[in-house]
């Protein structure tokens, strides 16, 4: 059977999705916090656990019978977060060898550092290594940048016409539906093992372009304009945002400026046979809806 952690949220949802048009529904479980929002994956004839990281006893049950796990990484609030979210993973991962997987895979992401100056890379980083000194057979996917991200830090600009934020560099922006529809390959037919080559978009575009490609999809004009680090901070603080939020943010910037999420890889497209949704496709999308 295949355990799908995190099936309640947008990333896992769909990777269950996709498994659906690829295996039977009776050989695919879902490992979730709340199994009521998962009733109607239920009703399809998947199998519906509570399972969550901090409770290892649930997981057990969760993952009772799998003989492949994906992880789908649980994130962090911040900084300070980083040592519980990996011990969160640790249980994931112990649970998933306790349980006799033949493969367990895991959501990273492109960049994954132990020194990148955006957390979530270090979170990741440490799950890799456990991963690694787990003995079991596993795969990470080097997921790109979402494309929901950069839509959720345009959003106000999109209201005002102004793209407000420090200096940022290139990001390979990706959609939700192409990572998961390259897991479920990935899964269903026991690809790529190891750490995956970056599964991106196909171009890699900084806030100046997406203010280019926002006004034109708009047919207005999203002006950028690049404030200093210091004065974005005190942006974000004098509107009550919480120091770990603003760390965080500013961290993303500051590891975009060195390029960590700027190269563009052809894996993705040739995990789903087809070109990856662009930015420009996905904001499309999202202001039709
Ligand atoms: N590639 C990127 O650009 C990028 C950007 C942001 C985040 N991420 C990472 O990718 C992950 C999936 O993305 P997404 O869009 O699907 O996020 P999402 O919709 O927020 O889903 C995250 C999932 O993690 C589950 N989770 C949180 N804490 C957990 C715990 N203690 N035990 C078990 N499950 C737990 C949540 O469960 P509930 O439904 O019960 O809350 C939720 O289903 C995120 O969690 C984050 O680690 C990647």
Do not use: C
Request: glycine share 8%; net charge neutral; charged share 25%.
């Amino acid at each position: 059977m295949i355990i799908v952690t995190g099936a309640n949220g947008k990333l896992g949802r769909a990777v269950v999705e996709q498994l659906l048009k690829r295996v039977p529904a009776e050989q695919i479980g879902v490992s979730v916090r709340d199994p009521n929002p998962a009733r109607e994956l239920r009703e399809r004839g998947v199998r519906v656990r509570r399972g969550d990281f901090d409770d290892a006893e649930s997981l057990r049950h969760a993952f009772e019978g799998a003989s492949q796990v994906l992880i789908v990484s649980s994130g962090i609030m911040g900084e300070a977060d980083i040592p519980h979210g990996i011990q969160r993973h640790r249980t994931a991962i112990d649970t998933a060898k306790k349980a006799g997987v033949s493969q367990v895979l895991y959501t990273s992401h492109m960049g994954a550092s132990p020194t990148s100056r955006f957390a979530p890379m270090i979170h990741h980083a440490a799950t890799e290594k456990l991963l690694e000194a787990s003995g079991m057979a596993f795969t990470s996917l080097r997921n790109g940048y979402y494309t929901a991200s950069a839509l959720m830090m345009i959003g106000e600009a999109l209201k005002t016409g102004e793209l407000i934020a420090p200096e940022d560099g290139p990001v390979a922006w990706t959609a939700h539906i192409d990572l998961a529809e390259a897991a479920a390959a990935i899964i269903s037919e026991r690809q790529l093992h190891g750490t995956t080559p970056n599964l991106t978009g196909s171009e890699a575009i900084d806030m100046e372009g997406i203010a280019a490609i926002a006004s034109e999809v708009l047919g207005r004009t999203i002006r950028r304009i690049v404030v200093s680090d210091e004065e974005f901070r005190d942006r974000m603080m004098s509107r009550g945002v919480p120091e770990a939020s603003i760390n965080m943010r500013m961290g993303m910037f500051l590891a975009s400026r060195q390029g960590d999420f700027a190269q563009v890889d052809p894996a993705l497209a040739h995990l789903i046979g087809r070109p990856p949704k662009s930015f420009r496709e996905v904001l499309r999308e999202s202001i039709s809806h």
